[in-house]
């Protein structure tokens, strides 16, 4: 029993990362915005909705102690916003400057997170945030098992309403902005309005799983939110397949089961007083499966489905 509530708590975590993957797809398997800020837009998320589920703290602004669902809409707002003003900022440039323009947001964001302390709690992060099914707790198996059904509805509720945009007017015209400016430019599309809009859905889809989270966990502090998630949310999409949404999905099982498979064998081979320092070989395991799969299959496991239109039929093709 044991081991199916591990199971059940791992696949949980690992859904909160498929759906920030499916955030980064729209960005940038469907736009090819490279967003390399993903951490901040995800602490956002979990920041917000925590400060507005927490109980009250006396030394904390926020604590209001509202529903979990309150927290997540709102957390989702935040990020759509944040995404919004950093897309009318940013995405008249080239890709380069996007992805140092999102760095240096993440980072600064995690800045904030650490020494704002009167609103996050500092680097002691924000404790008792409210779980769903929290009455389940003491039954380790029921809650991870019950906390992994709602977050399996979130991922498909994600999944089904991307798939929409994907096969949409709108969704042809992310991908044709993304293959050929300039001739989307000429059919009449207005690209920098099609890569704001795309942006802020993913900022919003990554605030929602940084929501998700939170509340699964129970506890937020700054040292979640580094580059390194960042990294693996990268390597999860890269893997599984950019573009695609099953893809997506499927990278981010994978990723994280290797980063948790290569956590417990380092703690099991280890000492004790080396096995902070032998956390890098998980970054190591990352990127040695990374490039294997690159190698083995360039577009990922699940590469990319492209159809031109639902009455020619579907194509594959390396970009």
């Not at 707002?77 to 440039?93: I, K, N």
């Not at 977050?151 to 902005?177: F, N």
């Not at 893809?247 to 380092?266: D, K, M, R, T």
């Given at each position: 029993m044991e081991i199916l509530a591990y199971a059940a708590f791992f696949l949980t975590v690992a859904l909160t990362y498929a759906i920030m993957c499916l955030g980064l797809n729209v960005q940038w398997g469907q736009t090819g915005l490279f967003n390399v800020g993903i951490a901040g837009f995800v602490g956002i998320g979990a920041y917000v909705s925590a400060a507005l589920t927490t109980p009250d703290v006396a030394e904390r602004i926020g604590g209001f102690g509202l529903p979990i669902a309150v927290g997540w809409l709102a957390a989702m707002?935040?990020?759509?916003?944040?995404?919004?003003?950093?897309?009318?900022?940013?995405?008249?440039?080239?890709?380069?400057?996007?992805?140092?323009?999102?760095?240096?947001?993440?980072?600064a964001l995690q800045l904030v997170f650490q020494n704002a302390e009167s609103l996050t709690g500092g680097a002691f992060g924000m404790a008792f945030i409210p779980r769903p099914f929290a009455g389940l707790q003491g039954q380790a198996f029921a809650f991870n098992v019950i906390n992994l059904?709602?977050?399996?509805?979130?991922?498909?509720?994600?999944?089904?309403?991307?798939?929409?945009?994907?096969?949409?007017?709108?969704?042809?015209?992310?991908?044709?902005?993304r293959e050929d400016e300039t001739a989307a430019q000429a059919l009449g599309?207005?690209?920098?309005?099609?890569?704001?809009?795309?942006?802020?859905?993913?900022?919003?889809?990554?605030?929602?799983?940084?929501?998700?989270?939170?509340?699964?966990?129970?506890?937020?502090?700054?040292?979640?939110?580094?580059?390194?998630?960042?990294?693996?949310?990268?390597?999860?999409?890269?893997?599984?397949?950019?573009?695609?949404?099953?893809?997506?999905?499927?990278?981010?099982?994978?990723?994280?089961?290797?980063?948790?498979?290569?956590?417990?064998?380092?703690?099991?081979?280890?000492?004790?007083?080396?096995?902070?320092?032998?956390?890098?070989?998980q970054i190591v395991a990352i990127g040695v499966m990374l490039c294997v799969i690159l190698l083995w299959r360039p577009q990922g496991i699940l590469p990319e489905v492209r159809s031109v239109s639902r009455h020619l039929g579907r194509r594959n093709k390396d970009r």
């Open positions: 707002a935040a990020g759509g916003l944040l995404a919004l003003a950093v897309g009318l900022l940013t995405l008249r440039m080239r890709s380069d400057y996007l992805a140092i323009t999102t760095f240096g947001i993440a980072v059904a709602l977050t399996a509805a979130v991922v498909l509720v994600c999944y089904l309403l991307l798939e929409h945009l994907l096969r949409s007017p709108w969704g042809r015209a992310l991908r044709a902005v599309k207005n690209p920098v309005l099609l890569r704001i809009q795309a942006f802020a859905l993913g900022g919003v889809i990554m605030a929602l799983a940084g929501a998700v989270q939170a509340h699964f966990i129970g506890f937020i502090a700054p040292g979640n939110y580094l580059p390194m998630m960042t990294f693996q949310v990268w390597a999860m999409l890269i893997v599984g397949g950019s573009g695609n949404n099953r893809g997506a999905i499927l990278g981010a099982v994978l990723v994280w089961a290797i980063w948790a498979l290569s956590g417990a064998l380092i703690s099991e081979v280890f000492p004790a007083d080396q096995q902070a320092r032998a956390a890098s070989l």
